[in-house]
């Protein structure tokens, strides 16, 4: 599937954060949430391993959707099947900002100690997270279904777009 730069450059970019062995709902949700991504026209953008990252990519290619990955090795091939463009760090967990820093907003589905880093870089850099079966810790809005987060941030992203208007 080709992909205009020049589209693809102007689309908000949506990152998904989340766990490498969630539990089956979380799973479930995060195929879901990768596919309403897609579906509204947004880049998803993750850390393109296993797990939420895998299963949200997956979710977005069966809508034509188009993802991103940071990863924290050294090789594109360490990307999940479902990555069309791979971009290798050696940073490790230290990509975690990264991820955070190329996204517009996050949506964090379940998920250990690498994700709350990454919840804890989106409040430095003041980036908004919806939640999915994840930290209840503030600063995360938690929500419990894909539906109601993409109407959410589809929300967000119109908001954001008329006071831009007027700046």
């Known amino acids: 599937m080709a992909f205009d730069l020049n589209q693809l450059s102007q689309k908000k970019r949506v990152g998904v954060i989340g766990g490498n062995l969630p539990d089956p709902d979380s799973l479930k949700k995060a195929k ?4 309403l991504i897609a579906r509204n026209g947004y880049i998803l953008l993750s850390g393109g391993m296993k797990g939420v990252m895998e299963a949200s990519a997956k979710g977005a290619k069966s809508a034509n959707g188009f993802v991103v990955a940071i990863l924290p090795g050294k090789q594109k091939e360490e990307a999940n099947p479902y990555v069309d463009i ?3 760090t050696g940073l490790g967990y230290m990509r ?4 955070v ?9 379940d998920g250990h100690y690498g994700t709350l880093s990454e919840i804890a870089y989106s ?3 003041n980036k908004k997270v919806f939640g999915l079966n994840t930290w209840d810790i503030k600063g995360i809005i938690s929500l ?3 539906e109601e987060v ?3 941030i589809n929300h967000y992203f119109q908001k954001r777009s008329s006071r831009d208007l007027f700046e």
């Open 96 to 99: 975690n900002a990264l991820v």
């Open 32 to 35: 879901k949430m990768g596919e």
């Open 86 to 88: 791979a971009i290798p």
């Open 123 to 125: 409040q430095i850099y």
């Open 150 to 152: 993409i109407n959410r």
């Open 101 to 109: 820093l190329n996204s517009d907003v996050l949506v964090a589905i």
């Open 144 to 146: 419990s279904s894909p």
